[in-house]
């Protein structure tokens, strides 16, 4: 047994857990399964996260192929419709001492990952590996390939040192913290993490396209669901707090050829007069990727993180949430799963998905993941049930995606 030396940022999401499902496909056996995770885990340990056991106190972490693999259960079949209730089944199923676990229900493959080991990259790699891993398939590049040394600090330095000018943008995208020091009256609170899905009719995202090359030149369409996805919460009671959190992949400002198997993803909080704003919210983001402020907030995270980690309460969970509280919304787009395109699907694409599950560290706000895949767009909602009303949000994210349009052009007082 050798042991490997963690990033702080791995170090970091090591509390914590994803879920992602995928069908319906035609899957390898059980053993075929287990054999792939097994030839993974031994081809990893120094080179990727894979066959490593993350631990949450300290960054000194064994490579254990032997017993890197928990669970692998065979369940009922199933549908796409029952996917939630799974998803929701095995976050609430109690903390697991293995990195990985999986489930296969039917046509349906479901894999929990210590968030340790990685981010939404790499869970997509896993699940492409996997769901195509039958005898004989040779061990995938990015499990026989190092990370690069020294990522962020790589990233820092070519997003700023050649070009000063983005200290100042940076400066200016700062958000206001003036909304931080008001009480609030808490209740004592415990998790119940929950998943809610809903998917796109095949052809919206090449509507919201048309309408933004028409409407607002230069905006994502990440930033348009972003928008739409907002409004429809409010136009359903829902109460949302102003200020927005954004997933963006760190990736993006490293050079071509470079590699982070692990986690590079960082969350950018927006304080917005408007999160229903189509152009504001694209405006923010546009204005934060040109920046480079992702990265500022993945290094000052690591540095709050290594304060808690000194203090002892580095992952110390939630035990209170705000007695009337107000949905903080985070979004993730997990973009185009081009990679799982060529897996042997055994349904109509209407009738497959992409989602995941990702349990909200605080209580009071609500994941969005989303995930396209050509012409279709799958996205769920991750959520504590005893804090929002799943059914309600279900029927909002139904709303966005049902006619984006129709929210994008409504004027809301």
């Not at 030149?217 to 972003?226: D, I, K, N």
């Not at 993803?265 to 546009?286: N, Q, T, W």
Request: one cysteine or more; a positive charge.
């Amino acid at each position: 047994m050798s042991t490997d030396r963690a990033s702080s940022r791995d170090l970091m999401r090591s509390g914590s857990r994803m879920i992602t499902a995928i069908g319906p496909v035609r899957l390898p056996s059980i053993g075929e399964i287990r054999d792939t995770l097994t030839v993974l885990a031994h081809a990893g340990g120094r080179h990727t996260p894979i066959g490593l056991v993350p631990t949450t106190e300290s960054r000194r972490w064994e490579h254990r192929p032997q017993d890197f693999l928990g669970n692998v259960q065979q369940l009922g079949p199933c549908t796409r419709e029952d996917v939630p209730r799974l998803l929701t089944g095995l976050a609430r199923a109690g903390a697991s001492v293995y990195p990985l676990n999986v489930a296969v229900a039917g046509d349906f493959l479901l894999l929990d990952i210590s968030h340790g080991l990685g981010d939404g990259r790499l869970a997509l790699s896993l699940v492409r590996a996997v769901a195509g891993g039958r005898s004989g398939t040779p061990v995938p590049e990015w499990a026989r390939t190092r990370d690069s040394a020294l990522p962020l600090a790589r990233a820092l330095t070519r997003a700023f040192a050649s070009s000063p000018a983005r200290v100042a943008q940076l400066l200016e995208s700062r958000p206001s913290t003036a909304h931080d020091s008001c009480p609030v009256e808490v209740v004592p609170w415990g998790r119940a993490p929950t998943a809610v899905v809903a998917s796109a009719v095949s052809g919206t995202i090449a509507e919201l396209r048309r309408w933004r090359d028409r409407d607002l030149p230069g905006a994502s369409v990440s930033s348009l669901l972003f928008a739409a996805v907002a409004r429809a919460m409010r136009s359903r009671g829902l109460k949302i707090e102003d200020r927005v959190d954004v997933l963006f992949d760190c990736r993006r400002y490293l050079p071509d050829g470079a590699t982070v198997n692990g986690n590079f993803a960082a969350g950018v909080r927006f304080a917005l007069s408007d999160p229903g704003d189509a152009a504001e919210m694209s405006a923010a983001i546009a204005q934060a990727t040109a920046s480079g402020r992702p990265l500022a907030s993945l290094a000052l995270s690591i540095a709050k993180f290594r304060r808690r980690v000194r203090a002892g309460t580095a992952h110390t969970a939630a035990s209170h949430v705000a007695a009337t509280p107000r949905a903080r919304l985070v979004y993730s787009d997990m973009g185009e799963a081009a990679l799982l395109a060529d897996l042997d699907w055994t349904d109509e694409p209407g009738r497959r998905i992409v989602t995941a599950l990702s349990e909200p560290a605080d209580p009071a706000s609500i994941v969005f993941t989303s995930v396209r895949r050509g012409p279709e767009l799958d996205v769920s909602a991750s959520l504590h049930d005893n804090v929002f009303d799943p059914e309600l949000v279900r029927d909002a994210l139904a709303d966005a995606l049902c006619d984006p349009l129709s929210l994008l052009s409504r004027r809301i007082v």
